[in-house]
């Protein structure tokens, strides 16, 4: 008995002495806090939206090899607008709308003019910008007047565009109108003193009078608009079962209007409106 009496009290032992090398529990841990919310709202739609990407200032591709310019700008201040997270590509001018069609992309911004055929084709948005007709002639020359007072002045245009259009029905019996193939091709005949002066697309003028080819000339007079020959402007192309979508796009490009947005864009790349 007295054996058995000491085992045990050697088992107590031997087990408060456990007891007091084995680690105190860790306290319970709090529940984890949920992840704070973010402050930015989430993309409501994901679309991509294709440019030419080879008609600088306007769409061109940046030292990334990203479409950048002024449309692409545009684009992506409706992009936040509407929600929307977009994604840029560069595709073949003859590829865009028939890439639209097929639905590899979702809007076309690259100037893109309004006519019968993309009307019938195409969903179109609303105009975003319009570069209107102008004259290019000698520093100094007066271009800024009606018909008569240009009487006999030899003023070249690309021959089958519709400022050669504009021309026919506004000059037609006051200047000597000369037709070139290409409008590249009258502005030198300019610059070589064999016209007074050049009548063509804005912008198109004004880009070649920032060049030392140009050096000689500059863009003068009122701007010339005519819906009848020179068209209505620059829309973006989507499909036309799309029309939430350009109703969206043509909400962002009307507030874009309002609030001064496109007026800040336009004179980051141009001293003259678009609008």
């Given at each position: 008995?007295?054996?058995?009496?000491?085992?045990?009290?050697?088992?107590?032992?031997?087990?408060?002495?456990?007891?007091?090398?084995?680690?105190?529990?860790?306290?319970?841990?709090?529940?984890?806090?949920?992840?704070?919310?973010?402050?930015?709202?989430?993309?409501?739609?994901?679309?991509?939206?294709?440019?030419?990407?080879?008609?600088?200032?306007?769409?061109?591709?940046?030292?990334?090899?990203?479409?950048?310019?002024?449309?692409?700008?545009?684009?992506?201040?409706?992009?936040?607008?509407?929600?929307?997270?977009?994604?840029?590509?560069?595709?073949?001018?003859?590829?865009?709308?028939?890439?639209?069609?097929?639905?590899?992309?979702?809007?076309?911004?690259?100037?893109?003019?309004?006519?019968?055929?993309?009307?019938?084709?195409?969903?179109?948005?609303?105009?975003?910008?319009?570069?209107?007709?102008?004259?290019?002639?000698?520093?100094?020359?007066?271009?800024?007047?009606?018909?008569?007072?240009?009487?006999?002045?030899?003023?070249?245009?690309?021959?089958?565009?519709?400022?050669?259009?504009?021309?026919?029905?506004?000059?037609?019996?006051?200047?000597?109108?000369?037709?070139?193939?290409?409008?590249?091709?009258?502005l030198k005949a300019l610059a070589?003193?064999?016209?007074?002066?050049?009548?063509?697309?804005?912008?198109?003028?004004?880009?070649?009078?920032?060049?030392?080819?140009?050096?000689?000339?500059?863009?003068?007079?009122?701007?010339?608009?005519?819906?009848?020959?020179?068209?209505?402007?620059?829309?973006?192309?989507?499909?036309?079962?799309?029309?939430?979508?350009?109703?969206?796009?043509?909400?962002?490009?009307?507030?874009?209007?309002?609030?001064?947005?496109?007026?800040?864009?336009?004179?980051?790349?141009?001293?003259?409106?678009?609008?």
């Amino acid at each position: 008995m007295r054996l058995a009496a000491f085992f045990l009290v050697l088992l107590a032992m031997a087990g408060m002495a456990f007891a007091q090398q084995r680690p105190p529990a860790k306290p319970a841990q709090p529940a984890a806090k949920p992840a704070p919310k973010s402050p930015f709202t989430p993309p409501a739609f994901k679309i991509t939206i294709a440019t030419e990407a080879g008609f600088p200032p306007f769409n061109y591709l940046d030292k990334k090899g990203l479409p950048a310019g002024f449309e692409m700008e545009l684009a992506q201040e409706a992009c936040q607008r509407m929600k929307a997270e977009c994604e840029y590509v560069a595709v073949k001018w003859d590829d865009l709308i028939p890439g639209l069609l097929d639905k590899k992309f979702d809007i076309i911004m690259s100037s893109l003019e309004v006519n019968n055929e993309r009307r019938r084709r195409l969903g179109l948005s609303r105009r975003y910008y319009l570069s209107p007709g102008a004259f290019v002639a000698h520093k100094g020359e007066p271009f800024d007047g009606p018909p008569t007072l240009l009487r006999n002045k030899r003023i070249g245009v690309q021959k089958d565009s519709t400022h050669a259009d504009w021309i026919d029905k506004s000059f037609r019996r006051s200047a000597q109108i000369k037709r070139y193939p290409t409008l590249a091709d009258a502005l030198k005949a300019l610059a070589s003193d064999e016209l007074d002066a050049v009548f063509g697309d804005k912008v198109q003028l004004w880009l070649w009078s920032q060049k030392p080819d140009g050096k000689c000339c500059e863009v003068m007079g009122q701007d010339i608009k005519d819906n009848q020959t020179l068209g209505v402007g620059v829309s973006a192309g989507l499909r036309r079962e799309d029309a939430k979508l350009r109703d969206a796009l043509n909400k962002a490009f009307a507030e874009m209007n309002s609030d001064g947005t496109f007026k800040k864009l336009n004179e980051k790349y141009f001293p003259f409106s678009l609008n």
